[in-house]
């Protein structure tokens, strides 16, 4: 191992202690649990912890943060049934959860023929708990995306990048939920920021996609 992967790993695992407390904290914020999960992928550490959080589990089957640390990494591994299962667990064990709540919605809001309804009452119990936090806004648009409704959507999405301006997965919702409104022009602008920037994250090629085809329809 390199000496500057060696020093990333250390930054990351000092990251994860800092994530971890952070999740003491303040347990209903969603954001400590999604970085700790994310930095744990990136040290090929995911397995690892699943098989800590289930042995955790066995002992202890009612703990709130093993059980959320649990969901989170198999939302983070695609294994959304399970994911689904452990936070519907932290539900029964806290159900003003944010943290919960909104994965949870976010998971249903993004299956084919998802209960909207089910998505859209759990993203508004985690809006309700963390009215200011930007990913529980991006959620609770993104349902709203979902069921049409665009403006409401737009409004989410907005109030979510006050907060992350240059979060290029929220600017494409909101790009997502203006095309829908039928703001075509204001939206290929807003996509196009998204892809501007020099961060890379998953829905790029998604993103791309769009761009073309919004471009091509506008011509």
């Given at each position: 191992?390199s000496?500057?992967?060696?020093?990333?790993q250390?930054?990351?695992?000092?990251a994860?202690?800092a994530?971890?407390?952070?999740?003491?904290?303040?347990?209903?914020?969603p954001?400590?649990?999604?970085?700790?999960?994310?930095?744990?992928?990136?040290?090929?550490?995911?397995?690892?912890a699943v098989?800590?959080?289930t042995?955790?589990?066995?002992?202890?089957p009612?703990?709130?943060?093993?059980?959320?640390?649990l969901a989170?990494?198999?939302?983070?591994q695609?294994k959304?049934?399970?994911?689904k299962?452990?936070?519907k667990?932290?539900?029964?064990?806290?159900p003003?959860s944010?943290?919960?709540?909104?994965?949870?919605?976010?998971?249903?809001?993004?299956?084919?023929?998802?209960d909207?309804?089910?998505?859209l009452?759990?993203?508004?119990l985690?809006?309700?708990?963390m009215?200011?936090?930007?990913?529980?806004?991006?959620?609770?648009?993104?349902?709203?995306?979902?069921?049409q409704?665009y403006?409401?959507?737009?409004?989410?999405?907005?109030?979510?990048?006050?907060n992350r301006?240059?979060?290029?997965?929220?600017t494409?919702?909101?790009?997502?939920a203006?095309?829908?409104?039928?703001?075509?022009?204001?939206?290929?602008?807003?996509?196009?920021?998204?892809?501007?920037t020099?961060?890379?994250f998953k829905e790029?090629?998604?993103?791309?996609?769009l761009?073309k085809?919004w471009?091509?329809s506008?011509?």
């Open positions: 191992m000496v500057s992967n060696t020093g990333r250390k930054k990351n695992e000092e994860i202690a994530f971890n407390k952070a999740q003491e904290l303040a347990p209903d914020n954001q400590p649990y999604i970085v700790t999960a994310r930095l744990m992928a990136s040290l090929g550490k995911t397995d690892q098989g800590e959080l042995r955790l589990l066995d002992k202890q009612d703990s709130l943060p093993a059980n959320m640390g989170t990494l198999y939302e983070i695609g959304h049934q399970e994911a299962d452990k936070y667990k932290v539900l029964t064990l806290d003003n944010a943290a919960a709540n909104n994965n949870l919605a976010w998971i249903i809001a993004s299956e084919k023929d998802g909207l309804g089910e998505a009452r759990l993203a508004m985690a809006k309700q708990a009215p200011d936090e930007p990913h529980i806004a991006d959620t609770l648009g993104f349902v709203h995306l979902k069921r409704s403006p409401l959507a737009i409004a989410q999405f907005q109030l979510a990048l006050d301006p240059d979060d290029p997965v929220i494409m919702h909101l790009a997502q203006q095309y829908g409104k039928g703001d075509k022009d204001q939206a290929i602008a807003t996509l196009q920021k998204a892809l501007a020099k961060d890379e790029r090629g998604e993103a791309e996609g761009l085809q471009e091509s506008a011509k």
